[in-house]
């Protein structure tokens, strides 16, 4: 009986193949896992342009809007701690006022304001104070004037104790319409001095202590000269309320007209019925009436 022996090479080249096999897996998967790292950089990724949409690397897949990209020219300046208010990194133009164009209806350099005061400048429309002279004149005066200071209830009682018709006339410096009619209070003391007694009575004193009666004395003299007013002229030392509330005067200019027995007979005052009264429409003829 004969023996059939088999050839066994193919088996041992076979065998042989996937040992190499084998070995190149095993070298393949030590140097993926722990091998060395590789000494170049990795790959930087694509700057994005601020305003662009992310784009998916899958076509396939949804987008959702990412964020802009901020390169390292436009991020924010971040303040370091505790140095308080971060200033913005341009500088504030600031135009030089001594370059700019003067504007409209600003004052120029050497006017009514002065350099560095600020602000319009308000005339002073209070009277000058008055100098000693004039603050202690209570006779005649250059020009005829006679200024005299006194109370209201003394000069009440002269003008009921004239035995004359006695016209008195209160007014103000700073009383536009007392301004315009005296004028009419001379006239009539002109034409009918012999019948008739014309007062002047100044009431510009307030009651301030800082402004007392003779603080206006020289204002007062300087306008009864400029008038011609020759006739008696008083400067109320009674505050002004205190004479309207006594007599009952809503405003004025105001003119109280007494007959020779010093019965107050009329009253011109610039409310009521005798509202925008005149000299020379309502008193000289209602005097002229009166004298007969």
Known sequence: MSMRHTDQRPFRQRARKLSRVLVVLAAALVIGCGGAPSDSPPPEPAAVDAGDSAVSENAGESTTPTAPAISASQTPAVPAAGTGIQLPDQAVEIDNQTDAPSTQGQPEPGGPTQPGAGGIEMPDLAPAPPSDESAANAGPSDGGVDLQFAAWPAIESHAKSTGKITVVDLWSTVCEPCIKEFPGLVRLSQSMSDDVVCIGVSVDYDGRKSRPPE????????????????????????????????????????????????????????????????YEADIIPFVEKLAG
């Not at 005067?249 to 020779?260: M, T, Y």
């Open 215 to 278: 603080y206006y004395s020289e204002k007062v003299t300087a306008f009864l000269r400029a008038m011609g007013a020759d006739f008696e002229n008083y400067l109320c030392n009674t505050p002004s309320d205190d004479v309207f509330a006594t007599v009952g005067l809503p405003s004025i200019p105001a003119v109280l007209i007494f007959d020779a027995d010093g019965k107050l007979v009329k009253q011109f005052v610039d409310a009521g019925d005798t509202v925008g009264f005149s």
